[in-house]
């Protein structure tokens, strides 16, 4: 709780289970809009960007949005919570698995 945190970005802080905690749930909220988008219509990772970043992306922000775009599908894929398909455009799109 004492340990003083340097960040690679950002201002130093104290607390680091505290931040650690907050990251975690961040992350699980992420992949439950995720889920939510995918139950609605298959997704793409490009068609996810508004789902997880709320907010318009340069280009830059948005080669690495796409990055965690696909951590948070392959994520999800890999756990068997969505199903994997190429549709005829030759992009993967994604969509929950039928109940």
């Known amino acids: 709780a004492e340990v ?3 960040p690679s970005h950002g201002r130093p802080f104290v607390g680091l289970h505290t931040r650690v905690g ?3 749930a ?3 909220e992420r992949l439950a809009d995720v889920l939510v988008a995918c139950a609605e219509a298959p997704q793409s990772a490009a068609d996810l960007l508004m789902v997880l ?3 318009p992306l340069d280009l830059h922000q948005t080669t690495f949005a796409i990055g965690e775009s ?3 599908l392959h994520a999800l894929w890999h ?7 190429r549709d005829a455009h ?3 799109r994604f969509a929950t ?3």
């Open 53 to 55: 970043f709320k907010r």
């Open 79 to 85: 756990a068997g919570r969505l199903r994997r398909e």
């Open 4 to 6: 003083l945190v340097l």
């Open 90 to 92: 030759g992009v993967y």
């Open 97 to 99: 698995l039928a109940r």
């Open 26 to 28: 961040h992350h699980d």
């Open 70 to 72: 696909i951590a948070h």
């Open 22 to 24: 907050q990251l975690v």
